[in-house]
Structures are given as structure tokens and as C-alpha cells.
T-cell receptor, first 115, second 113 residues
């Protein structure tokens, strides 16, 4: 079956612009995660959605970052007024959400470059 | 704060060798530990998940062990092949909310033909 799909695969934009990254999780998966992978910081958690519960936003690095999940499926991560330090690979993952020991399945990521 | 460390950062071995990758974590309050593989320009592929109550998991030539009390895990790869070349990441699912994963920095593995 289809895995986690992310778009675009690459995004280059100028400093100060807003960007939107999209994640389409595995069908039926209720849990959705966003992570950021950068050279200096490794892989770090950003935000978590589970069903209709309030999202866990504890990993968002600043108020320029926001995310939403519409209809319990597709999610978009928005970065406003981008800065050069936002350059990274943004990875989305989903899991079935059933119990504590379900593996997270990752998409191929969006490589974001801020000029 | 949970911290995950992987040693070594890079490893290069000839084809056919058995090898061990190491992972350590500072807080034993975890649901599970996962080992992932990442190929260049790609996302993460889940290899093995060990629940906190388990000691090991096996899949084909891969065997992962977990010693939660000492905060250690190992990934054993038997009879390595060039196709095993990738970066291997371990991550723990922390109990304090969200089951988010905390990752190590990874081990970059190269298998030489």
C-alpha cells in the first residue's frame, strides 16, 4: 500500500517568505508527527497530532512555525518569515495510533533551502 | 531530558563481516526503542522495534537487543552486504507525552565489496 507522502520534495525560497509543507499519512493512521533533520541538530521532534485531540506543539522552535491537520488526514506545516536557520529536511511520520508500541512510518521528507 | 548517543559515528567494514552498532540513552522511562535505516536523500525505514518489556527482536540478518536498566541497545548485522550501506539511527519513544521519538545522531555504515 501507499506510504507516507510528502510534497514538495525540494523547496528553495528567499529569506522572509512563507512556506507550506504537506504530508499525506498512511490511510487509517490516526497519529501524525513532524520532525526536522538538520546537520547540526540531528533529528528533532516538532509537533504531534492524534485523532481529534489537541496537538502537542512542544517541539516547535518559534511562533513562526505552525501546523494543522484537516479532517484527521492531510497535514500542513507552515513556516512564516523564513530564516536561514530554517534550512533543513522536514520529515513527516504516521502510525496507527493504536497502543504505545506502533512503529512510526516516515515519508521521504521535504528538503527546504532558505537563500 | 532524554539524550541518545550512538557509537561509532561512522564504520567501514569489508563485505561478509558481522558487526555491532551501539546506542545508549539516559532515561529508562521509555515505551520502546526503534532502529531505523536512512539512505541518502530518503526518509527513515523502520527496521526493528523493541518494546520496553522485551530483550531483543530479530528480522532476517538483523538482531537488536535492549537493556533498559543500563540504557543500552545494540544492533547486530550478520554477514554484511554492500546493500547494507546506509545511516542507522536509533530512537526511543519517551513516556512523557506524545510518544515522540528522541533520536541519536546515527552511525554511517559503509560495507566495502
Amino acid at each position: 500500500g501507499a506510504g507516507v507522502s510528502q510534497s514538495p520534495s525540494n523547496k528553495v525560497t528567499e529569506k522572509g517568505k512563507d512556506v507550506e509543507l504537506r504530508c499525506d499519512p498512511i490511510s487509517g493512521h490516526t497519529a501524525l508527527y513532524w520532525y526536522r533533520q538538520s546537520l547540526g541538530q540531528g533529528l528533532e521532534f516538532l509537533i504531534y497530532f492524534q485523532g481529534n485531540s489537541a496537538p502537542d506543539k512542544s517541539g516547535l522552535p518559534s511562533d513562526r512555525f505552525s501546523a494543522e491537520r484537516t479532517g484527521g488526514s492531510v497535514s500542513t506545516l507552515t513556516i512564516q518569515r523564513t530564516q536561514q536557520e530554517d534550512s533543513a529536511v522536514y520529515l513527516c511520520a504516521s502510525s496507527s495510533g493504536q497502543g504505545k508500541n506502533q512503529p512510526q512510518h516516515f515519508g521521504d521528507g521535504t528538503r527546504l533551502s532558505i537563500l | 531530558k532524554q539524550e541518545v548517543t550512538q557509537i561509532p559515528a561512522a564504520l567501514s567494514v569489508p563485505e561478509g563481516e558481522n558487526l555491532v552498532l551501539n546506542c545508549s540513552f539516559t532515561d529508562s522511562a521509555i515505551y520502546n526503542l526503534q532502529w531505523f535505516r536512512q539512505d541518502p536523500g530518503k526518509g527513515l525505514t523502520s527496521l526493528l522495534l523493541i518494546q520496553s518489556s522485551q530483550r531483543e527482536q530479530t528480522s532476517g540478518r538483523l538482531n537488536a537487543s535492549l537493556d533498559k536498566s543500563s540504557g543500552r541497545s545494540t544492533l547486530y548485522i550478520a554477514a554484511s552486504q554492500p546493500g547494507d550501506s546506509a545511516t542507522y539511527l536509533c530512537a526511543v519513544s519517551i513516556i512523557q507525552g506524545a510518544q515522540k521519538l528522541v533520536f541519536g545522531q546515527g552511525t554511517r555504515l559503509t560495507i566495502n565489496p
